[in-house]
């Protein structure tokens, strides 16, 4: 008489195809994520900068709205600041940091409210995902300092050459004339 296990496959008779329990697999699948969304977010991310403070420090350095802007991801109110309609040649950098962020060539008008780039200087701005407020956005920081610029969006119709709206607070920024 014939036993019904020699139908079966080699892989489908094989120690971890039969023994390994449902329950076992859900613990280590929790574990497994657990640590990571705890401990990976925010307190290694500052490290990667090459200019990192304290808050003190920071603040020692800014003004209470830079501060807020900058190093607490706040934003500006729209149309306050004269750098939303600027429009003479120069550089933008960072108001923290001094890294330059933009130029004047790649500023343009998108009428939101708040200085709009559709380019940044090569490497000089990270992106970041934010789902605060319940949106889902992607956060721009500085890439020298993290210090919080705005928010990049895509895809809106604007006429440009990347079809991004790098907004940016003009608090986070300084000039300088070309
Ligand atoms: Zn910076």
Same mark, same amino acid.
């Given at each position: 008489?014939?036993?019904?296990? !020699?139908?079966?496959? @080699? &892989?489908?008779?094989?120690?971890?195809?039969?023994?390994?329990?449902?329950?076992?697999?859900?613990?280590?699948?929790?574990?497994?994520?657990?640590?990571?969304?705890?401990?990976?977010?925010? @307190? !290694?991310? #500052?490290?990667? %900068?090459?200019?990192?403070?304290?808050?003190?420090?920071? /603040?020692? /350095?800014?003004?209470?709205?830079?501060?807020?802007?900058?190093?607490?991801?706040?934003?500006?109110? @729209?149309?306050?600041?004269? %750098?939303?309609?600027?429009? #003479?040649?120069?550089?933008?950098? =960072?108001?923290? =940091?001094?890294?330059?962020?933009?130029?004047?060539? /790649?500023?343009?008008?998108?009428? =939101?409210?708040?200085?709009? %780039?559709? +380019?940044?200087?090569?490497?000089?701005?990270?992106?970041?995902?934010?789902?605060?407020?319940?949106? #889902?956005?992607?956060?721009? &920081? =500085?890439?020298?300092?993290?210090?919080?610029?705005?928010? &990049?969006?895509?895809?809106?119709?604007?006429?440009?050459?990347?079809?991004?709206?790098?907004?940016?607070?003009?608090? #986070?920024? !300084? %000039?300088? +004339?070309?």
């Amino acid at each position: 008489m014939r036993r019904a296990v !020699n139908t079966l496959s @080699p &892989v489908l008779r094989s120690p971890i195809f039969r023994s390994t329990p449902r329950p076992r697999y859900i613990t280590y699948t929790a574990a497994a994520i657990f640590p990571f969304s705890l401990f990976s977010t925010t @307190p !290694n991310m #500052s490290q990667q %900068f090459k200019v990192h403070k304290s808050d003190a420090e920071w /603040q020692a /350095q800014l003004s209470p709205e830079q501060f807020r802007v900058l190093r607490k991801q706040g934003t500006e109110r @729209p149309g306050s600041h004269e %750098f939303d309609k600027k429009d #003479s040649p120069g550089v933008y950098t =960072c108001a923290a =940091c001094d890294a330059p962020l933009y130029t004047s060539k /790649q500023k343009f008008a998108s009428g =939101c409210g708040w200085p709009a %780039f559709f +380019d940044t200087v090569p490497g000089a701005v990270l992106r970041r995902e934010d789902n605060s407020n319940f949106m #889902s956005r992607t956060e721009i &920081v =500085c890439a020298n300092c993290g210090s919080h610029l705005g928010h &990049v969006f895509k895809g809106e119709g604007y006429d440009t050459p990347t079809d991004e709206r790098h907004c940016v607070n003009g608090i #986070s920024l !300084n %000039f300088k +004339d070309e």
